[in-house]
């Protein structure tokens, strides 16, 4: 499997994992849009989305 599928199958099951946990908890979603619509609350939604997307695209990567 090349680089790029397997970056498209990470977003996916990414994809996937919110979609599912926002059908599982539908009061965190709730707190979620609420904080899309209050920025003080916001700024650390997007750092924890920040450090998912490291931990998956960074700490799989190879050393060089």
Do not use: H, Q
Request: no cysteine; aromatic share 18%; hydrophobic share 75%.
């Amino acid at each position: 499997m090349n680089p790029r599928w397997i970056a498209f199958f990470k977003i996916l099951v990414l994809l996937i994992i919110v979609a599912a946990l926002i059908l599982l908890f539908p009061s965190a979603f709730r707190f979620v849009e609420m904080a899309a619509r209050d920025l003080l609350y916001f700024w650390w939604l997007v750092l924890l989305l920040v450090l998912a997307i490291w931990l998956i695209w960074g700490l799989g990567s190879k050393k060089k």
